[in-house]
């Protein structure tokens, strides 16, 4: 047969025969072309020499390994001037010269590599019907070829990390293509610059705000416009207000009048809360002793002496008289406090209680790490009974209820974007300090300017902060006119470190799944040729 659906062949290739042995499936197959050209001089040569057998490796078919047994010939050229008389045929679209496997067969494992690496790769290739070894699969992938990047005008750098806060490297990526191009091995403004240097068509180059890559472009790149990450720069903003928020919290706290301290009860005394069943039997037991009391008093009435009624109700005599002198239905004493389990841990829950920490869960996971061996639910029954105390306290202030922090998120977050709760909140604080709602004022408008790219108010929005009397944004926008060009470009150019980002997040991900054990040029075969 000249081929098969399930295992097609080039023309010029015929199945013979196919056999299936256990997990095996071996085919022979020959080659029936009437000429083949010779490789050095490419004339077609017809005059056989001699023929020999080739053992391939192919892709599976159904579960099955496949073994080719390719039958190919030996050619005489009969070209005078060429050097090569005797050549092996070749089959370049369906294999390679001195080859073990097919061009398929290692394309499919190429892509096995590039998605898994070796071990990972190895296990799954297993899984597919696949016999290989992780070592085959690095080399194949180190065997890909890697063209250096042809032009590039619009390029994003920036910086990762092989080992967090100890060793970087440098990821470069084409902002069009929005493909990485290059990864170099170290975070060196000198290497970034020598790369760029060779590259004198780049017209962009986004980066952030540090210091290295800015001098990078400006010595490899001068012709090129310096690209102020858009996301950087709010970052930076919220960062500089973050001291000035504290110090307005700081202020209106001097303010506010002590709140009141809650009466808890004492460690000693303090008891766990009863449960419904416990509540049910307690009144079941009131409901009795109502009952006998008042069958007791029909009894004196009746003159009955005092130990023939303490025989009819079940009790003794001097519980009759103890009765007699309470002259009412008598109550369930209060039992001594057992000693549990949560004790030596009740002053510890009190301070926290009284700090402010509510939530059983949380003091749950605390005490146990102290050594606490009880239930989570013994917990809540304590609690119980601090939720049940009738305390009246003032409202929380504002600023008990929202930290800085949160503060600092609801003045930078776009006002749009915020809950009717939220917006309440930052209307409350604008109302309680002027300068929150200047520093609320700033931001926004900022903001504004970045998102819509509207770099011409960037001068009006620096002459606010000049107005406003704010240190903390003065500081910041004197930072923005040290790279002011690099600023007015990333406010007002549609390019951005974004995407660079993204190419981070991705390399990370490639990085972990080879163990943190390969070495650089095995990474940046894998990050250049990702899937």
């Keep these: 047969m000249s081929s098969s659906p399930f295992l097609p062949l080039p023309p010029g290739l015929e199945i013979l025969t196919a056999t299936a042995v256990?997990?095996?499936?071996?085919?022979?197959?020959?080659?029936?072309?009437?000429?083949?050209?010779?490789?050095?001089?490419?004339?077609?040569?017809?005059?056989?020499?001699?023929?020999?057998?080739?053992?391939?490796?192919?892709?599976?078919?159904?579960g099955l390994q496949v073994q080719l047994v390719l039958q190919v010939r030996k050619f005489f050229c009969d070209t005078v001037d060429c050097a090569r008389k005797i050549f092996t045929e070749r089959l370049p679209i369906f294999v390679q010269p001195w080859a073990r496997m097919t061009t398929r067969f290692t394309q499919m494992l190429q892509a096995l590599a590039l998605a898994t690496c070796g071990e990972l790769g190895t296990r799954l290739a297993s899984r597919l019907g696949i016999r290989t070894s992780p070592t085959t699969l690095l080399r194949l992938v180190m065997a890909l070829p890697t063209s250096p990047p042809e032009h590039v005008s619009s390029l994003g750098i920036d910086d990762f990390s092989f080992r967090r806060r100890r060793t970087f490297g440098t990821i470069l990526v084409d902002l069009d293509r929005h493909q990485v191009i290059d990864l170099l091995a170290v975070r060196s403004t000198k290497r970034a610059a020598e790369w760029m240097s060779q590259h004198p068509e780049i017209r962009y180059v986004s980066r952030d705000r540090g210091n290295d890559y800015a001098q990078a472009v400006r010595e490899g790149a001068p012709q090129g416009i310096p690209v102020a990450d858009r996301f950087h720069l709010y970052k930076n903003l919220v960062e500089a207000i973050e001291p000035a928020v504290a110090r307005c919290y700081k202020e209106i706290r001097k303010d506010l009048p002590k709140p009141l301290e809650p009466k808890l009860p004492s460690v000693k005394e303090w008891r766990p809360a009863r449960s419904r069943?416990?509540?049910?039997?307690?009144?079941?037991?009131?409901?009795?002793?109502?009952?006998?009391?008042?069958?007791?008093?029909?009894?004196?009435?009746?003159?009955?002496?005092?130990?023939?009624?303490?025989?009819?109700?079940?009790?003794?005599?001097?519980?009759?008289?103890?009765?007699?002198?309470?002259?009412?239905?008598?109550?369930?004493?209060?039992?001594?406090?057992?000693?549990?389990?949560f004790d030596p841990y009740a002053a510890y829950v009190l301070t926290r209680w009284k700090q402010g920490c509510k939530k059983g869960s949380v003091l749950y996971q605390e005490i146990k790490e102290k050594g606490y061996r009880g239930t989570d639910r013994q917990v809540y029954r304590f609690l119980q009974t601090l939720k049940q105390e009738r305390v009246e306290l003032p409202m929380l202030s504002l600023l008990s209820r929202i930290s800085v922090r949160e503060a600092l998120w609801l003045i930078a977050r776009p006002f749009d974007d915020l809950e009717a709760d939220k917006r309440a909140d930052l209307s409350e604080l604008c109302q309680t300090s002027t300068q929150l709602a200047t520093l609320h004022r700033l931001v926004q408008s900022?903001?504004?300017?970045?998102?819509?790219?509207?770099?011409?108010?960037?001068?009006?929005?620096?002459?606010?902060?000049?107005?406003?009397?704010?240190?903390?944004?003065?500081?910041?926008?004197?930072?923005?006119?040290?790279?002011?060009?690099?600023?007015?470009?990333?406010?007002?150019?549609?390019?951005?470190?974004?995407?660079?980002?993204?190419?981070?997040?991705?390399?990370?991900?490639?990085?972990?799944?080879?163990?943190?054990?390969?070495?650089?040029?095995?990474?940046?075969?894998?990050?250049?040729?990702?899937?």
């Design 446 to 531: 900022f903001g504004q300017i970045v998102r819509k790219r509207e770099g011409y108010r960037l001068q009006d929005w620096k002459q606010q902060v000049a107005q406003s009397g704010l240190a903390e944004v003065q500081r910041f926008a004197k930072g923005l006119k040290r790279d002011e060009t690099a600023v007015l470009a990333g406010l007002t150019l549609v390019y951005s470190n974004g995407q660079v980002e993204g190419q981070i997040n991705k390399l990370k991900l490639i990085k972990r799944t080879m163990y943190g054990r390969a070495t650089f040029p095995l990474l940046r075969q894998r990050v250049l040729h990702a899937l």
């Design 277 to 341: 069943a416990h509540e049910q039997l307690h009144a079941a037991r009131l409901a009795a002793n109502q009952e006998r009391f008042d069958s007791m008093m029909e009894l004196q009435k009746l003159g009955i002496p005092q130990q023939e009624i303490a025989r009819r109700l079940g009790v003794t005599v001097r519980t009759i008289q103890n009765w007699n002198k309470q002259s009412s239905c008598p109550l369930n004493k209060r039992r001594r406090k057992r000693r549990s389990l």
């Design 22 to 62: 256990d997990d095996l499936l071996r085919v022979e197959v020959v080659s029936t072309r009437s000429s083949s050209r010779c490789p050095l001089c490419f004339d077609p040569a017809i005059r056989i020499h001699s023929r020999y057998t080739r053992v391939l490796a192919d892709v599976p078919c159904g």
